[in-house]
C-alpha cells in the first residue's frame, strides 16, 4: 500500500469517525485515497483554524480524539492557534500535516513551514514520518500519546514522498514508549495522607476542575462531596462535573466567579483541588489564595504539581481512580456551621443583574438553562458572554459545557459547536458568541449550513469588545480604545449562507426566540440578541488581586445586599 492508502487504514484502525480538513498540493495524494473510503467523513471547512477548532470541539463532547487534516504550508500555519487552545485545555486532537518532499525540505520550496517546529511549544508530541515504514506505527503512537495521561494535541507532519512509497500495512495492536508512562493508580500512602487531612477538616472546600469531566468522574465527585458535606466549586472548565442544583454547590470560583466561592475558597481549611490547576484566573494574587488551608491536589500530570500553588499532598494519578480509593478512606465530616455560613452568603451575595425592557446577556442565558432544563452543550467563545454563560447557566451535566479557557480563543465557538454537532445527535447544541469572535471564524456558516446542522447560532451583540471595554472602563478610567466594533446585519449574513435568522430586541421576545431555535432542527438557526452595550461582568477580582478586592454585583439592587455578609465573615474563626 502506498503511505496515503496506510494513512487511510489506520483512521479507520483508530475507529475515526470524522476529519475536519482540508486540501492542497501536499496532500493531495492523501485526499485521494478518502475517495473510496465511506466509513469515514471528510468535513470540508472553510479555513483550516475552523477545523482544529471543530476537532476539539468534537474531541470534548464524545471523550473521543479529534482529527485534522491539511496540508503544508499556510495549511499547517493556519492550525496552530486551534493546537495551541488544545494544549492550553488539555484537548485530544491529532492533526496530520502536508509537508513537502523530505529532499525539499529547508529548502525554502513552495508551501515549505517548519510546521513540526512551529508547533513544538504548543504541543504534547509532534512526528516527522521520515519513511513510510514507520507511518501506521507513528500514527498508533499520535493517538496514543493524544488521549492517554494529560490528554492534548499531537502533529504528524506527512513528507509528499514518503506518503507516495509503499510498503505492507500492519498496524500495531499496542504502544510501548519508554518514556512516557502515564500513572493512573494514586499512591496509597498519598491517599491516606490526603484522607486524614479531610478527615480532620472543619472548613472543607473542593474545587473541581476540567480532569474531574476528561476523566468521567462525576459520580465519584458527587460520592465524596456527599459523603464528607463539602461545598463544591468549579473551574471554568469544571462546569457540569457537579450538578448546580445540588445544595453543596457553589458555582464557578476566580476572577468572574460566585462572591461565595471566593469567599468560601478563603476561609477554608482544607482545600482539595481535583483536575484543576490553580490557573491565575482562578487563583489571582496566588500568596493569598487559600492561604491558611492545607491543600491537596490530585492531578493526572505530574508536572502541574506546585507549579503554581505549594500544595501539601500531592496525588498523581487518574481523577477518578483516585477519587474511588480516597472515597473509602474518608468520614462523614461535622460541617453544619460551615455550610450555614456558605448558605448565608448566597443569599446576600447571589449573582445577579438589572432587569427591564432592554434585552440582558445574563437574562438570555439564564432562559436557555430553563428552558433546556440543562439539557444541552452550550459552546462559547471568548468575552464578557463567556463568563456570563459560565455564571448563569446552571449546569448540572458533563460535557455540557465547551469553551476556550486557557488560552482564551475568541472565534473558537462557531466551529467548535460544529465539531460537536457531528458528534453528539442526541442533545441540543448551541454556539455562542460575542459580535466580536463571531466575526473570526463566521466562514463556518457555509459548513454548518452544508452540513445541515441543527446548531443554533447565538450572537450576543452589545456593539464592542465587551470585556476589553470592560477594562477599560473600569481600570483605565473610561478610555476607550479601539473597543467598539461593527458588524454585518447578522441576521442578513445567515441568510446569505441560506441560514434562518431572528433579531432580539426585546426582553420579552427571548424566550419565545429560544424556544423558536430549539424547536427548530432542520439545519441551523442563528438568533442575534442586541443587548445593552455597556454591562459588565460581577463579580470581579482584579488580575492578579484578592479576594478583598473583590468588586460585588453594584447595588442597583434588584436584591439589596444589607452588609450583614460582612459580619458573618468578621464572626468565622480563621485557622
Ligand atoms: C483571538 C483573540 N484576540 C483578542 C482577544 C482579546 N479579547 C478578549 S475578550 C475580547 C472581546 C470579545 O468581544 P466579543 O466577541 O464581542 O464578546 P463580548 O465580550 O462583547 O461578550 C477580546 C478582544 C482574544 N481573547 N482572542
Ligand atoms: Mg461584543
Redesign the pocket.
Known sequence: MTGSEIFARSLIAENVEVVFGYPGGAVIGVYDALVDLSDIKHVLVRHEQGATHAAEGYAKATGKPGVVLVTSGPGATNTVTGIADAYMDSIPIVVFSGQVALKLIGNDAFQEADIVGITRPITKHSFLVRDVRELARTIKEAFFIATTGRPGPVLVDLPKDVMAQKTTFEYPESVELRSYKPVVEGHIKQIKRAADLINGAKRPVLYVGGGVIQSNAARELRELAEKIHCPVTTTLHGLGSFPENNPLAMGMLGMHGTWYSNMAVDYCDVLIAVGARFDDRVTGNVDAFAAEAKKIHIDIDPSAISKNVRVDVPIVGDVKTVLSALNRHVHPLETKDWLQTIQQWKQEHPLRYETGDAVRAQYVIQKLGEVTGGNAIVVT??????MWTAQFFNWIYPRSHITSGGL????VSLPAAMGVCFGRKDLPVVSI??????Q?NSQEMATIVENKLPLKIFV?N?G?????RQWQELFWRRRYSHVE?SGPDFVKLAEAYGCPGLRVQHSSDVEHAIRKALAHNDGPMLVEFAVAQEDNVYPMIPAGQTVKEMLDVPDFATQPTNGSAQKVVMSLAKG
Open positions: 467563545d471568548v468575552g464578557q458572554h463567556q482564551g480563543t475568541m472565534g458568541s460575542g459580535d466580536g469572535g463571531f473570526m450576543i452589545n464592542f469588545l465587551g470585556m476589553v466594533i
